[in-house]
């Protein structure tokens, strides 16, 4: 079976500079699309990837990053909307790449469609409440 | 006139008012015509819920032993600066107002993470702020500094008004430049990447009367989840402009004043708002409840979005220049599709006003009327009307030359 799912990878500043990715792709046979990089200097790395192949490549490989000392987050933690804020107003339809947010045609409410996320970030200063937040 | 207002408010009392909601209304009309509809219905209520920018408030916080004359020295809240030009121990915050230290658009776009509208938004939440100030000192009012947390429930007086608020009516915002724009009607992307509208079109409370026929000074209303009143017309009010065969301007119109207690309005609906790039300002919740006094009223109350148009303005460089020219009309029912179409381009389209926050408005305002809690009031008198000589005018510049 071939999953794919979206991952957030924080290396610790000791890993920084290993070519940890290549060693997952190469030995666990499996693709990878980078939604975002960044690294601090003397901090850690922060890595978004979607991770895709064979179910037992996919648990071996998330095996391996573990034991190298990388913290593996699922994407869909990382941004949230503080419901209590949010107006349901809509200014973050068009601005997210991904169409994440949807109006929904009963309701009216906007809703946040976690999967879509790619974590870009767009909508944090984009919704004039501030309801969206980055948790990384 | 099939009722007076008089009337309305004894059915109110006995819980025999008949209330629709703006959307409600719609249906009904359909099913049951006109006239057989406003024979049923008493009162049509409406709700929008939108950042609205010309809002404040003003606190009378108790005087200080010593005294100390805030009038004419400094005071911030929050480090948001007030107006003191008012007297000793009354202020007044604005919803645009920025800590000094803010570093606005030095940095393009800024953040604006905190203002006015946000001090107004913990106010009302009962958090306490930190008030500073610092005065000249007089004779009868000594005291010259004055650091203190103060509250909502030990002030005197909390009161929020809003001098323009609940647009008939507004542009929607397209960039046809090539960069991006970062405006109060939010981010606009370049080359008609998106446009963004702000009403919530069938349930806003001046589509709903477009004549401005029960809607006047002294009208009681929803205002931030409390009650409110309308003081005045709002400024930039402009009846006359262009209307449709259902009497609905097709270009921005009315505008109202508004007042009322803050101690009984509530967080939910009064939002501290930050627009990058732009600035902050507060979103307001206004629900205007509309009297079915004849068939005529309740026509109007029965408008649809697709009955309603709006100017597609260009922000990149017809509006900043004050240039009147517009792009195309659209009407709300193609906007709240999810797309309009301009120059032959399909563009998105995104609202800044809540629409399901005015429903839930319009419902609020709706339970209030059937439990007998709120009653209607005469205007006191009425805002200019269509056809009227009032206009609005463009800022005539007379250079100062030095003599």
Request: proline share 6%.
């Amino acid at each position: 079976m071939i999953v794919s799912k979206k991952i957030v990878l924080h290396f610790p500043s000791r890993l920084v500079d290993q070519p940890i990715i290549y060693r997952l792709i190469k030995e666990y046979d499996l693709s990878f699309n980078i939604l975002k990089a960044s690294v601090i200097p003397d901090e850690e790395g922060l890595l978004v990837l979607e991770l895709s192949g064979e179910q037992s490549n996919y648990d071996r490989g998330i095996k391996y990053l573990t034991k190298t000392g990388v913290k593996i987050q699922s994407l869909s933690q990382n941004v949230l909307r503080n419901e209590s804020r949010c107006t349901h107003c809509g200014a973050c339809i068009t601005i997210c790449p991904t169409n994440a947010f949807e109006l929904d045609k009963i309701s009216r409410q906007v809703i946040f469609i976690n999967e879509k996320c790619i974590a870009c970030g767009l909508c944090i200063k984009a919704c004039p409440p501030r309801a969206m937040e980055l948790h990384f | 006139m099939l009722r007076t207002i008089k009337e309305i408010n004894e059915k109110i009392k006995l819980g025999k008012a008949v209330i629709a909601t703006a959307e409600e209304i719609i249906d009904i009309v359909k099913k049951k015509g006109i006239p057989q509809a406003a024979k049923k219905v008493d009162i049509v209520t409406t709700g929008t819920f939108s950042p609205m920018c010309s809002s404040g408030a003003y606190f009378n916080i108790g005087h200080t032993k010593p005294r100390i004359k805030l009038g004419g020295g400094r005071v911030c809240i929050n480090d948001v600066p007030a107006y003191t030009g008012l007297a000793a121990s009354d202020i007044f915050i604005g919803a645009n107002a920025l800590p000094d230290d803010d570093p606005r658009n030095r940095l393009h776009p800024g953040e604006f993470n905190y203002g006015g509208g946000h001090v107004i938004e913990e106010i009302v939440a009962g958090k306490d702020v930190r008030l500073v100030a610092n005065a000249y000192g007089t004779d009868c009012y000594p005291r010259k500094k004055l650091e203190t947390w103060l509250n909502i429930n030990d002030i005197n007086q909390a009161v929020l008004f809003n001098p323009r608020n609940a647009y008939q009516n507004y542009n929607v915002a397209v960039n046809l430049s090539d960069k991006t724009l970062y405006t109060y009607m939010g981010i606009l992307k370049p080359k008609l990447g998106n446009a963004n509208f702000s009403t919530a079109g069938q349930m806003s409370p001046l589509f709903n009367d477009p004549y401005y026929k029960t809607i006047g000074i002294g009208t009681r209303l929803f205002l931030g989840g409390g009650i409110g009143y309308i003081a005045w017309w709002g400024t930039q009010h402009n009846p006359n402009v262009p209307r449709n065969d259902f009497g609905v301007p097709s270009r921005p119109a009315a505008t109202l004043a508004f007042i009322g207690d803050l101690k009984q309005m509530n967080q939910k609906w009064l939002v501290g708002t930050s627009m990058i790039g732009y600035g902050v300002t507060l979103t307001v919740g206004i629900g205007i409840p509309i009297p079915i006094l004849s068939d005529e009223i309740l026509k109007f109350t029965s408008i649809t979005d697709a009955d309603i148009t709006a100017p597609v303005v260009d922000y990149s460089k017809a509006y900043p220049q004050c240039n009147p020219d517009i792009l195309a009309e659209v009407n709300y029912a193609q906007l709240k599709s999810g797309n309009i179409s301009i120059e032959g381009k399909k563009i998105p389209t995104a609202s800044l006003s809540s629409y399901a926050g005015a429903v839930s408005i319009a419902n609020s305002l709706k339970q209030w009327l059937q439990d007998g809690k709120f009653l209607l009031s005469e205007p006191v008198a009425p805002i200019p009307q269509s056809g009227s000589d009032y206009h609005l005018k463009p800022l005539t510049e007379r250079p100062i030359r030095l003599q």
